[in-house]
T-cell receptor
Framework: EPEVTQTPSHQVTQMGQEVILRCVPI?????FYWYRQILGQKVEFLVS????????KSEIFDDQFSVERPDGSNFTLKIRSTKLEDSAMYFC????????????FGDGTRLSIL | GESVGLHLPTLSVQEGDNSIINCAYSNSASDYFIWYKQESGKGPQFIID?????DKRQGQRVTVLLNKTVKHLSLQIAATQPGDSAVYFC?????????????FGTGTKLQVIP
C-alpha cells in the first residue's frame, strides 16, 4: 500500500539554525499538509498546500516557516531560525482529490532543538 | 473557539472485550469525521471515517457512530486485541472534500490487558 515517507526520522539542531524537513507524499495525491505534535499533546495543523501554493495556515505557521514542493515528488517544511519551542514531532500528510478522502500521514520527524 | 475533544484520557479493557471510545465535537458545521490510531513512534493511521449524512459506518472489527443531535462520535472496537493498544484520536473536517485541514481531538489511550 502506498505511504507517505518522511526524512529524517530524528533531527537535532542548535537553536537559531535553519532546518528542512522532507516528505514524499503518496504519488497521485494533490493536497499536502504539515502538522506538528508537541510531546503528550494533540496533533496541530500547520499548513495545507495545493496547486503549488498555500491553501491555509494556522497561527503557528509564522514567518519563520515556509513550505515548498521543489519537484514532482518532494514536499518540504523549512524553519528558518529554530527556537526551543519548535521541538516536536512534525507530520506530513497528503490526500487525493474528491470528497470523503482521509488524510494519510507519515511517521513523522522528531525535531529536537538544543 | 470550536474544538473537538475526548471524554476519557485512558481506557483499559480486557483482551477479547469490546472497546468504546467517545468523542464530543462542538463545531456544528463539521460534516466529515475521522478516527485515527497512533502507535508509539508512528504517525496517525486512518481507521475509519463517516460523513454527517450517516449515523453509523462499519469496518473490519470497528464501527463509528455519529449522533449529530448531541454532537457525539464514538468508535467501537470488537474483540479488542493487544495490537489495538494505542492512542485514538477523533478528528473533523469542515467539509468532506478539498484541502481543508483536519482538527484533532486530544486523544484517548487504549490499554488492552492480556
Amino acid at each position: 500500500e502506498p505511504e507517505v515517507t518522511q526524512t529524517p526520522s530524528h533531527q537535532v539542531t542548535q537553536m537559531g539554525q535553519e532546518v528542512i524537513l522532507r516528505c514524499v507524499p503518496i504519488s497521485n495525491h494533490l493536497y499536502f499538509y504539515w502538522y506538528r505534535q508537541i510531546l503528550g499533546q494533540k496533533v496541530e495543523f500547520l499548513v495545507s498546500f495545493y496547486n503549488n501554493e498555500i491553501s491555509e495556515k494556522s497561527e503557528i505557521f509564522d514567518d519563520q516557516f515556509s513550505v515548498e514542493r521543489p519537484d514532482g515528488s518532494n514536499f518540504t517544511l523549512k524553519i528558518r531560525s529554530t527556537k526551543l519551542e519548535d521541538s516536536a514531532m512534525y507530520f506530513c500528510a497528503s490526500t487525493g482529490q474528491g470528497s470523503g478522502q482521509p488524510q494519510h500521514f507519515g511517521d513523522g520527524t522528531r525535531l529536537s532543538i538544543l | 473557539g470550536e474544538s473537538v475533544g475526548l471524554h476519557l484520557p485512558t481506557l483499559s479493557v480486557q483482551e477479547g472485550d469490546n472497546s468504546i471510545i467517545n468523542c464530543a465535537y462542538s463545531n456544528s458545521a463539521s460534516d466529515y469525521f475521522i478516527w485515527y490510531k497512533q502507535e508509539s513512534g508512528k504517525g496517525p493511521q486512518f481507521i475509519i471515517d463517516i460523513r454527517s449524512n450517516m449515523d453509523k459506518r462499519q469496518g473490519q472489527r470497528v464501527t463509528v457512530l455519529l449522533n449529530k443531535t448531541v454532537k457525539h462520535l464514538s468508535l467501537q472496537i470488537a474483540a479488542t486485541q493487544p495490537g489495538d493498544s494505542a492512542v485514538y484520536f477523533c478528528a473533523e473536517k469542515g467539509n468532506s472534500g478539498g484541502y481543508q485541514k483536519v482538527t484533532f481531538g486530544t486523544g484517548t489511550k487504549l490499554q488492552v490487558i492480556p
